[in-house]
């Protein structure tokens, strides 16, 4: 059986403000799922709590019948959960490669020169670049090494906050690329995305959250057809489908 990660009735209080109410979604390895919705709908504070960052109130994250809710961070990335979290960030003032070496701490040395290994595989810009320090790097190479950091996890599942924001479309395609391919090889993908037609054509199920909750959960396919369910959710009527 595949492995489901899987969120019931979370709660989750920011600033003594509710900003996840009863959330519950399923991710399955192997499957892309996109989270959509407004600005402040909670879509980052799910990955954050999810990713043992940001406290929960109630509610259970479990993996293999493990309760991960409000598990520290690196036990949660042992558990093969790995976040990638909004804003390219990188240990600065590490080299590349230290970046990488950081998020393979737990990894004996053998492990870690094979994972490094596959990270410059996919990514083979870094390993001319390994040497650098990250904060001299263009933001699209950051991003790279961001979504390197989080394969040194060896996940299972990643959870991906805004990974095209503020990037080129060349680069938007080649990181989007990447995931697929992580699906495609297994890894369950929970894909927050600013283009909802990338979010659209990668899905294989679709959330829309507004306020904390789940206002509307099918197939992308449904979700094309019914955009009103998105102009609600975005509470403006501002807001179209970009077309694939």
């Known amino acids: 059986m595949n492995?489901?990660?899987?969120?019931?009735?979370?709660?989750v209080v920011r600033g003594k403000k509710p900003v996840l109410t009863n959330m519950a979604m399923r991710l399955e390895a192997g499957k892309t799922v996109a989270l959509l919705g407004p600005n402040g709908a909670g879509k980052s504070s799910l990955v954050l709590a999810m990713a043992g960052v940001l406290p929960i109130i109630s509610g259970t994250i479990t993996l293999d019948g493990r309760d991960l809710?409000?598990?520290?961070?690196?036990?949660?990335?042992?558990a093969g959960v790995a976040a990638i979290l909004e804003g390219h960030q990188v240990l600065t003032d590490l080299t590349v490669e230290?970046?990488?070496?950081?998020?393979?701490?737990?990894?004996?040395?053998?492990?870690?020169?094979?994972?490094?290994?596959q990270a410059y595989g996919i990514f083979p810009e870094?390993?001319?670049?390994?040497?650098?320090l990250a904060g001299a790097l263009s933001g699209g190479q950051q991003q790279m090494v961001v979504v390197a950091q989080a394969l040194m996890a060896r996940p299972r599942f990643i959870l991906a906050d805004e990974l095209s924001l503020g990037l080129a479309p060349l680069i938007v395609?080649?990181?989007?690329?990447?995931?697929?391919?992580?699906?495609?090889?297994?890894?369950?993908i929970l894909?927050?995305?600013?283009?909802?037609?990338?979010?659209?054509?990668?899905?294989?199920?679709?959330?829309?959250?507004?306020?904390?909750r789940v206002?509307?959960?099918?197939?992308p396919a449904e979700v094309k057809a019914k955009p009103s369910v998105l102009q609600?959710?975005?509470?403006?009527?501002?807001?179209?489908?970009?077309?694939?």
């Open 232 to 244: 609600e959710a975005y509470l403006a009527g501002d807001f179209e489908i970009a077309k694939a």
């Open 191 to 212: 894909l927050i995305e600013q283009f909802t037609h990338v979010a659209l054509r990668l899905a294989d199920y679709v959330y829309v959250v507004n306020r904390g």
């Open 215 to 219: 206002h509307f959960q099918d197939l």
């Open 3 to 11: 492995p489901i990660l899987e969120i019931c009735k979370l709660n």
């Open 69 to 78: 809710a409000n598990r520290p961070p690196d036990v949660i990335r042992r």
């Open 126 to 132: 870094l390993r001319e670049l390994r040497k650098r």
């Open 173 to 188: 395609k080649r990181l989007m690329s990447v995931l697929e391919a992580l699906a495609r090889k297994g890894c369950g």
């Open 98 to 117: 230290e970046n990488l070496r950081v998020a393979g701490f737990y990894l004996g040395q053998a492990e870690l020169m094979v994972e490094l290994q």
